[in-house]
C-alpha cells in the first residue's frame, strides 16, 4: 500500500471513531493505557491523551504507546499492521482513482461506526486537555514520592501533627531529588514539566528545598493540586505552589453536602491542625485566595473561617465570608485571642 493510501485510511478514520469500534471509553480527553501493566492501579487514573485533531494518542508514562489511528488498533488487538488496516476497513472509497482494485477489502464499514458520535469529545476544549495533561504530570509526581516518614515526618511531629493524618491526607515527600527528577524527565519531557511548575525554567525538579509535598484531591481521589513547602526554616518562600488555577479548597472531600460544621482555615499545615485535633476543617492556600466559585460546594455547611488573626486575614475572611453567604452559606470569623495563633488556641481546646 502506498504512503498516500496510509495517509486516507487514517484521514478517513477519527480517532473518536476508532476508539468507539475498539470499545475503549474516552474520559476527559483520555484512555486509560493500553498497556496497564506499566501502571499502578492498572493505570485507573487515565494517562492517554488523545488529540481528536490530530487522530493521535500518547501515554505519558509508557514511552511506545503512542501513535496514530492504526498504532492505536495495533495496539489494543495486539495484531500487526495489515491486520490493523483490515480492521479499520481498508482504504476508504474516496481515494484518488488509480488506486488497483485488487487492494486490501474496500469501503467495509468500520464495526461500531452506528454508535452515537461523541460531539463533546471531539470539540472538548484545549484548555480541558491542558488541565487532564497537568493531572497526568501530576499524578506521574506523586507516584514518584513516598509517603511522609523520617526529617520530614519530623517536622510534622514537632507541629503536632502525627501520621496517621499524614497517612489520611495521603502527604508525599521528595526523598530522592536526583531520582525523581531523572524518571520524570525521562517519562515525560522538560517542556511539558516546565509549563505546568514540576520543573523549573533552567531544567530542574522546582522541589529540591521544598520536599515535602501536600497534595490537592478532589471528591474522586484524584489530584488535582499541589503545594510543596519547605522544611528548611531559611527557605524563601516557605511554600511553592503549581502553575495555573486552583481548581478546588484543600481537603475538599469534607464538602459532601451533609448538614454540619467545617472550619476554613488558611494555609494548610493549619488545616492538617485542626484535623489532627478532630475538626472538620478545609483550606485555601492564602488568605486571598476564596473564590467565588467555591462558595456553592459548602453547601449546607455552617463555615467557621478560622485565617490568621492579621490585616491579611482579616481581609481575607471577610472576603471569604461574603463569598460564602451571597451563596446562601451560613459563614462567621472565627478568631482565637490575641497573641494566640490556631495551633495553640486548639491545642488548649
Ligand atoms: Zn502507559
Known amino acids: 500500500m502506498a504512503n498516500a493510501d496510509i495517509e486516507a485510511v ?14 475503549i471509553p474516552v474520559s476527559h480527553g483520555r484512555i486509560r493505557c493500553l498497556r496497564p501493566e506499566n501502571h499502578s492501579h492498572g493505570d485507573r487514573t487515565p494517562s492517554v491523551s488523545i488529540w481528536t485533531d490530530r ?24 495484531c500487526g499492521f495489515r491486520e490493523a488496516l483490515e480492521f479499520l476497513g481498508g482504504a476508504p472509497a474516496s481515494l484518488p482513482a488509480g488506486r488497483p482494485q485488487s487492494s486490501a477489502p474496500v469501503n467495509r464499514n468500520l464495526p461500531g461506526t452506528e454508535a452515537p458520535a461523541l460531539p463533546n469529545q471531539a ?4 484548555e480541558a486537555e491542558e488541565e487532564a495533561l497537568r493531572q497526568t504530570l501530576l499524578a506521574a509526581l506523586l507516584d514518584a514520592c513516598p509517603p511522609v516518614g523520617g526529617k520530614i515526618g519530623q517536622y510534622l511531629v514537632k507541629r503536632r501533627i502525627f501520621k496517621r493524618t499524614w497517612d489520611s491526607q495521603r502527604l508525599r515527600m521528595v526523598d530522592d531529588y536526583a531520582g525523581i527528577s531523572r524518571k520524570l524527565e525521562a517519562a515525560h519531557g522538560l517542556a511539558d514539566l516546565e509549563r505546568f511548575g514540576i520543573f523549573n525554567p533552567a531544567g530542574h525538579l ?3 528545598r521544598h520536599v515535602l509535598l501536600f497534595p490537592y484531591y478532589d471528591p474522586t481521589g484524584r489530584a488535582v493540586y499541589l503545594q510543596a513547602r519547605a522544611i528548611d526554616p531559611e527557605a524563601k518562600p516557605k511554600e511553592l505552589s503549581l502553575a495555573g488555577h486552583i481548581p478546588l479548597p484543600y481537603n475538599s472531600r469534607l464538602l459532601d453536602g451533609e448538614p454540619g460544621q467545617i472550619y476554613l482555615c488558611e494555609g494548610v499545615i493549619d488545616t492538617l491542625t485542626l484535623l489532627e ?8 492556600p492564602g488568605a486571598a485566595n476564596f473564590k467565588a466559585a467555591w462558595g456553592p460546594l459548602f453547601r449546607n455547611k455552617s463555615v467557621h473561617v478560622a485565617f490568621d488573626p492579621d490585616a491579611p486575614g482579616e481581609t481575607g475572611a471577610a472576603k471569604a ?5 451571597a451563596a446562601g452559606i451560613e459563614a462567621r470569623r472565627l478568631s482565637p485571642p490575641a497573641g494566640m495563633d490556631l495551633n495553640d488556641w486548639f491545642r488548649r481546646g
Open 277 to 284: 485535633q478532630g475538626f472538620p476543617a478545609v483550606g485555601v
Open 55 to 78: 487522530g493521535q494518542f500518547k501515554c505519558w508514562v509508557c514511552v511506545d504507546v503512542k501513535g496514530d489511528v492504526i498504532d492505536l488498533v495495533r495496539l489494543a488487538r495486539n
Open 206 to 208: 522546582r522541589f529540591y
Open 321 to 325: 465570608i461574603e463569598r460564602l453567604q
Open 10 to 23: 487514517k484521514a478517513a478514520h477519527p480517532i473518536l471513531d476508532v476508539l468507539g469500534a475498539l470499545g
Open 123 to 126: 470539540t472538548e476544549s484545549a
